[in-house]
């Protein structure tokens, strides 16, 4: 007999189920689907008390609207009645709506928890379990506290069912994965690990998936489950195909169970007792070995339950990674995988072998097998695969097949899918500036990428092969002759000419003894790309220019010339016309020394982490934000350009640092800076706002400057007020910001404010506030005074909601070294909670609460808004109370950022 | 953990859809809409497995689908679990169902859906796997189908 027989389903569900199926338009759905909604609310509203049957129809017609993507807002209550009834079958429908449509902070759950509660001691096995996959479903904070000390009862009570316990156990976990601190596993520890031993294996199933979760946040306390697995596993493998009867598939003794063993086993080293580990290493010989055995069936059932064994057990001995013999077992598994009739196997083998080739012990044995896979990345039909292949070249690459595998890669981007070209392009450059050994090669390599891949050459890639060309001496000559025949090319790629304008503007003059590439041909050639470029790579070129004028004097004329001509001087687009001013003013007027010490050759660049690592990196792993290295260092040319006003686009290196480094003192001019005693540093005042946005910046007998301020993502507009308190008026008061900022009014007459809005921008992370200067007269004497704007990189935060086990996995995923700031530090104020959550939350993060297992603690999250990037960042405040001491941990994707923010806040308690 | 489980036809229209992660409804239909795009526009008889869409976190999640006549069956699950093991849950999934629904086709799904959504709840519960035998499964289904008749029937009775 079927279980579920056609004929008896509702007649009036099928009935309007028919019509939405047979309407002809989107907008005659919208309105039967209206019809219907009208229909039932007035049902349920109405006097008359609906059945238990027409209760179940109207639920399931919102399911089925629901499903279409419409919006439900009635029925819950409805619903949650069904809940009480003592029929089954209502009682069905009503916790399907809820699992369906509650959320976990709807305001019923207090109903819906007493409807639970009722279940769960109604001692009838199918209300207990409808009542736990409830709880799974909807796994509120507040059925955690009302549910999580119940639980772990019914899963170890001797007369729990065994499908209430498979229920319980994945309740379990799911309350575990919302609120840890509210299970507390302690006295259960024990008996929840002995369930791996339990005659069920449905109970085993369920209970694998709560003991792997529990054992990764505390190995420790768990740790005994690794021999109960080794036996449970060594009892499933040796067994015949017959002995587990219903959990065998397709002749394979349970293999979903024997793969989450295997997996919990990768949450632990190998195990150190001789005869669990021996009983272990048998157990992976006989899965490797049934793999060279004959298939049972010919059914690809068999074969993919067999393998998802099989591969399982491969992870595992790359866990360990200290059987050689295994380990090589596994590898010629793999290499016969490479090569099988079946798409998903190539798949799963690229991608364990990626794993592979980490291994010491493995990493020659996987290089046998290149010509597979470059084979495999040129012919496979499907792009998830050549992603893997693609993904195990990178892996497999050393110095010895550098070469081979850089050429391949280049030439598979050639054809290669939009979708993965970026990736490969990373990657191409990774390799080769890791495996250089010559560095002609390396930029050769480069400029083929560009050729070839010229779109998705991010900047990262063309600073660094500037980078590197600026560094090395040896390869100067070479990368000007082989830029200047790359841009030879009738169309070459903007990222070209970028590259070619700055090499050239700098070692232009290595190759200018060749009459064929002299200092004109060279300029004629750069320029003649010029109108075809953004204003980006334009402002580039201008640069360059100025350059060529120290490097080759007889180009003067010419380029003054064209920096004089219109299009470049009255060019409406600022950045190229104060460019093209000044460097124009620059050669008129500086002499021979001054231009060479101006624009002298770039200094070589300090040796950090490749910009292009990281940004694979952060292609890779979300949260992971690539450090613009380029951008935080200044780029020479910068500092001849006026120092008043730093234009807000891009210049030679499309550096865009925030406020220049040098703090501008006050002027020696200025006479009564005893006034201002406070002037230069204003530490404190700026310091006050880093957890508040209004207030009182500065104070002095003759002035008071008040801000407002306000930010959202990137943006923001800060209020300045500038009030004067004596009775006489401030004249000629002036401000100047190294931002663009709107004028203020020259004069203050006595006992008035003035106000200035200036309006901001995050183009990328900082450290330096921006400098405000003003300068006024007073009574005939000149005021001058400069401040730090209370600008901080935390105030382009914003708030990141989440829960415990996500924070915890970002955090982890943040662990490098150079991610973490951390500071130890005495408290300044009275260590008053609210005091401290309110602090926080003016910091712009999200205060997270139920996260830290130690409810003293403080945990935040959240990321920083900048034009450039995004920076996730997570913090944590832990107090010590008797010590009157805290300790700060930030970790964010970006170095200078954890560094930042730990410094301002460290000032904050 | 499966993140999600989804059943749509070919043209894109959802049969069955269950997150066991909490998404907006908004975010819920284009995560549908993502992964049908995603999935459709791939040939037959290649790899079943592939990267999730950015929605529903992008390379950390994989989408594990088979696909059978009208409808795809669409796993979103994180790196914890093997993709084979979800291919054959897909197929415990399917068999379940059409040994419940005898020769189960589309109109199964869309008519019963709470008959399916109890299948499937049998088979995983807040995302983990409950039971993969599937005695096991049709066996509860087959209570639930009888407990439900004799209510009905009961019914019946009493409004004569």
Not at chain 1, 89 to 96: D, P, R, S
Not at chain 1, 338 to 357: D, I, P, V
Not at chain 1, 517 to 523: A, G, I, M, T, Y
Request: a neutral charge.
């Amino acid at each position: 007999m079927p279980a579920v027989s056609k004929g008896d389903g509702m007649r009036g569900l099928a009935v309007f189920i028919s019509d939405i199926r047979n309407c002809k338009s989107k907008e005659a759905e919208i309105k039967r689907i209206n019809k219907e909604l009208a229909n039932i609310r007035s049902k349920f509203k109405g006097d008359k008390a609906l059945d238990g049957y027409s209760k179940k129809k109207y639920v399931c017609k919102l399911l089925f609207i629901f499903l279409l993507g419409h919006d439900i807002d009635f029925g819950h209550m409805e619903a949650v009645n069904l809940l009480s009834s003592n029929k089954y079958t209502e009682k069905q429908i009503g916790y399907l709506f809820i699992s369906v449509l509650v959320n976990s902070n709807s305001e019923l759950i207090r109903l819906i928890n007493n409807a639970i509660k009722n279940d769960l001691s109604s001692r009838n096995p199918t209300f207990m379990c409808l009542a736990l996959h409830c709880i799974a479903n909807v796994g509120s904070r507040e059925m955690a506290e009302a549910f999580a000390g119940e639980i772990p009862r019914i899963l170890v009570a001797g007369d729990t069912m065994d499908s209430v316990k498979q229920s319980a156990a994945l309740c379990l976990l799911r309350l575990y994965k919302t609120s840890p601190d509210l299970v507390l596993m302690g006295e259960w520890t024990s008996r929840v690990v002995h369930l791996l031993n339990d005659q069920h294996m449905g109970v085993v199933t369920a209970a694998i998936s709560l003991i792997t979760c529990l054992s990764q946040k505390n190995p420790d306390e768990f740790k005994t489950c690794v021999s109960l697995a080794v036996s449970r596993l060594s009892r499933i493998v040796s067994s015949a195909s017959t002995d587990l009867q219903d959990y065998t598939y397709y002749f394979v003794p349970a293999p979903w169970l024997s793969c989450k063993l295997l997996r919990l086993l990768q949450c632990y080293p190998p195990p150190e007792d001789g005869a669990v580990k021996g009983r272990l290493v048998e157990c992976l010989e006989t899965i490797l070995n049934k793999a060279q055995e004959p298939p049972k069936s010919k059914k690809v059932q068999h074969s993919n339950a067999k393998n998802a064994i099989l591969f399982e057990a491969i992870s595992l001995i790359i866990h360990y990674d200290s059987e050689p013999n295994l380990l090589v077992r596994a590898c010629n598994q793999l290499g016969q995988f490479l090569q099988h009739r079946e798409t998903n196997l190539r798949y799963l083998a690229l991608e364990s072998m990626c794993t592979l080739a980490s291994s010491e012990f493995s990493h020659e044995a996987v290089k046998t097998h290149i010509e597979t896979v470059i084979n495999a990345l040129k012919t496979e039909r499907d792009v998830s695969v050549r992603q893997r292949a693609a993904d195990l070249l990178y892996a497999m690459c050393d110095r010895s097949n550098a070469k081979q595998i850089v050429a391949e890669m280049l030439s598979y981007l050639e054809t290669a899918d939009y979708s993965i070209r970026e990736e490969m392009v990373l990657k191409v450059a990774i390799l080769a500036e890791k495996y250089a050994v010559d560095y002609s090669w390396y930029v050769d390599t480069i400029l083929n990428l560009i050729r070839i891949a010229g779109d998705y050459v991010s900047e990262e890639v063309w600073y660094r092969v500037i980078q590197i060309v600026i560094n090395r001496d040896d390869v100067q000559g070479y990368a000007a002759k082989t830029v200047f025949e790359a841009l030879q090319a009738p169309a070459c790629h903007e990222n070209m000419v970028k590259v070619g304008g700055y090499i050239l503007g700098e070692f232009g003059n290595l190759i200018a003894g060749d009459p064929r590439s002299s200092p004109l041909v060279q300029f004629n050639l750069l320029h003649s790309k010029f109108h075809l470029c953004s204003v980006p790579t334009r402002a580039l070129l201008l640069s360059a220019y100025i350059k060529f004028i120290n490097l080759f004097p007889e180009t003067k004329s010419t380029i003054q010339e064209v920096l004089r001509s219109d299009s470049q001087i009255r060019n409406s687009d600022v950045e190229l016309q104060q460019r093209a001013v000044e460097y124009l003013k620059l050669s008129s007027i500086a002499s021979t020394d001054v231009l060479a010490t101006v624009l002298e050759e770039m200094p070589p660049f300090p040796e950090r982490e490749s910009s292009i690592l990281a940004k694979l990196k952060k292609k890779k792993g979300p949260g992971a934000v690539s450090n613009h290295l380029l951008k935080t260092r200044k780029a020479c040319l910068t500092d001849i350009k006026g120092i008043s006003t730093p234009s807000p686009s891009a210049d030679l290196l499309g550096l865009r640092a925030g406020p220049p480094v040098t703090a501008a003192a006050p002027s020696a001019g200025s006479l009564l800076v005893d006034v201002f005693s406070e002037a230069g540093v204003n530490d404190d005042g700026f310091l006050r706002f880093v957890c508040k946005n209004n207030g009182v910046l500065f104070e002095n007998q003759l002035l008071q400057i008040g801000i407002k301020s306000e930010y959202r993502q990137n943006l923001g507009r800060m209020y300045l007020f500038y009030g004067n308190k004596t009775s006489v008026q401030f004249v000629t008061f002036t401000t100047t910001l190294n931002v663009q900022a709107k004028p203020v009014e020259p004069l203050i007459e006595g006992g008035a404010q003035v106000q200035q809005v200036i309006n901001i921008e995050c183009l990328t992370d900082f450290s330096d506030a921006p400098l405000l200067n003003i300068k006024f007269r007073y009574g005939g004497a000149l005021q001058n005074l400069t401040l730090k704007l209370p600008v901080t990189i935390n105030k382009f935060f914003q708030p990141t909601e989440m829960a415990s086990h996500d924070f915890f996995q970002r955090w982890k995923q943040l662990s490098l070294p150079q991610q973490e700031a951390q500071k130890i530090f005495k408290a300044n104020h009275a260590m008053d909670t609210e005091v401290l959550k309110a602090k926080l939350l003016g910091l712009g993060m999200a205060l997270l609460e139920n996260v830290d297992p130690n409810p003293e603690n403080f945990v935040c999250a959240g990321v920083i808004q900048t034009k450039a990037q995004q920076v996730g960042s997570l913090l944590r405040l832990e107090p010590n109370a008797q010590a009157q001491m805290y300790r700060l941990t930030v970790r964010s994707s970006k170095d200078t950022v954890s560094k930042r923010l730990c410094e301002l806040l460290a000032e904050q308690f | 953990m499966i993140k999600a489980i989804l059943i749509f036809n070919n043209h894109g229209k959802p049969r069955l859809s269950k997150f066991y992660e909490h998404y907006t409804e908004d975010t819920e239909q284009q995560i549908i809409r993502e992964t049908f795009h995603l999935v459709s526009k791939r040939d037959e008889n290649i790899c079943n497995f592939l990267e999730g869409g950015l929605l529903i976190g992008g390379s950390e999640n994989k989408l594990i689908y088979r696909h059978y006549a009208t409808l795809y069956f669409v796993f979103c699950v994180d790196s914890s679990e093997s993709e084979l093991g979800i291919l054959d849950l897909i197929q415990v999934f399917v068999e379940t169902l059409d040994k419940c629904f005898e020769n189960v086709c589309e109109l199964d799904l869309i008519f019963h859906m709470d008959k399916v959504h109890n299948i499937l709840a049998e088979m995983v519960m807040g995302g983990m796997v409950l039971e993969t035998n599937m005695s096991e499964i049709i066996t509860q289904a087959e209570a639930h189908n009888k407990m439900e008749k004799s209510e009905v029937r009961a019914a019946l009775l009493r409004s004569d």
